[in-house]
């Protein structure tokens, strides 16, 4: 009878170890670079050297239209008895919230163009910037907000309004807290940070809690995963079509993005 039941027991565990790896080789999917994940480039969108990274940032033609706070500082000394009068528009920095990227802002960065400078960026660890350069670096809200301090110091843009939706929220927030000087007005979407216990989560985030599996979620990606973790943040389900679907995949796959999310 031992014997019957050992045989058994090898049996099971033989089947699920095969039935594991059938899983992995279905659903594996390697990393894939920028120059793979091209197709997510905006026409207007560009990569600027931030703290060693090549953060992807898109900046309304507003903002490039008007000169930089330098270059205005520049002309004015340079021209003194000038009767000219220089001001920059006023500027509005959309932050996105986890797994998400510069794209989520496509609507409201439309509606916005015509009265304000509209910049939106991939956060580190998320879209095409990917991930920190330094893998010491956290991801926690403090080294967000320096990293969103240095873009608007690269663009050389002052002050702001800063807009963030989720994560993009509480890095808004943060970075209000830590650099007040450099926030004018704050546009909170449903952040992080406020005591609260959210009706769903992403089976993605979940899953992404338990550092044993990291070795395994760096490397496979069932794209239903994907699509039912977008459905569940999504009010409207008709929203969530298959293009959406794809830039969320891809997007997770960019080298090192996955092994970021678990870090968080």
């Known amino acids: 009878m031992a014997k019957r039941l050992t045989k058994i027991m090898v049996f099971i565990v033989l089947g699920l170890f095969v039935l594991l790896v059938a ?3 279905l659903y594996w999917a390697a990393d894939k670079s920028v120059a793979d994940l091209e197709r997510w480039q905006l026409p207007n969108s560009e990569f600027i050297d931030v703290q060693g990274m090549q953060a992807h ?10 000169p930089s706070k330098n270059a205005i500082k520049n002309e004015i000394e340079s021209d003194l ?15 996105h919230g986890t797994s998400a990227s510069l794209h989520t802002w496509q609507g409201w960065t439309r509606e916005l163009s015509d009265d304000y400078c509209v910049i939106s960026m991939d956060l580190p660890g998320f879209g095409l910037t990917g991930p920190y350069t ?3 670096t956290q991801y926690d809200s403090a080294n967000y907000a320096k990293f969103v301090i240095d873009v608007l110091d690269h663009l050389e843009v002052g002050r702001v309004t800063l807009a963030g939706n989720s994560l993009g929220g509480k890095i808004a927030w943060r970075t209000a807290a830590l650099y007040p000087e ?3 007005n704050l546009i909170l979407v449903d952040a992080v940070g406020y005591p609260a216990t959210p009706k769903q989560v992403p089976i993605g985030f979940k899953l992404a809690k338990y550092p044993i599996l990291t070795p395994l979620l760096s490397r496979v990606l069932p794209r239903d995963i994907v699509k039912k973790s977008i459905l569940s943040v999504y009010a409207d389900d008709s929203k969530v079509d298959e293009a959406l679907v794809d ?3 891809d997007l997770t796959l960019r080298q090192g993005n996955r092994l970021a999310l678990n870090r968080r």
């Open 247 to 249: 830039r969320y995949y």
């Open 57 to 66: 940032v898109i900046r309304s033609p507003r903002c490039i239209a008007y």
């Open 134 to 136: 330094d893998e010491s």
């Open 182 to 184: 450099r926030v004018n």
């Open 23 to 25: 899983l992995i080789a």
């Open 81 to 95: 008895d000038s009767d000219k009068t220089f001001e920059q528009p006023k500027t509005i920095v959309l932050l």
